[in-house]
């Protein structure tokens, strides 16, 4: 079997694959529908054009609080690196509201992340596959 390892460029390379395949003005409608159904989940979406509340590297972030969420995410980059970043956080959101986000371990960090990157990857190969678009599942 093959080795797996939980390195970063493994699971951000997940995604790319299909979503770079989609030309950009399907692209910006994948973005606003996933803008949407994240506020429908009551999360708050920042554009964050100078990307000042994002670390260095970083494409996207969701913020927890008190009251909910908030995503943030750097409309500066490709469009299609935006709607990857979106359906990502959405995957956090979904799958880990009720996570205990203070247990900060290495380990646990990085199955968050790939559970966040495997649904980004299955939600966008749905919404995709709905529209009649030739994707693989
Ligand atoms: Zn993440």
Redesign the pocket.
Known sequence: MENFSFDHKNYKAITSDFVYNIDESECKKYRKHLRSVLKSFGVVVYKNSKADLLEHNELARTIWGMGGAAVLYDDTLPIKQQVISLA??LG?VILHANANRFRNDHGTKHI??LE?EIFAYAYLQILMKSEGKDVKI
Do not use: R
């Open positions: 990502h956080e956090h968050m992340e966040a």
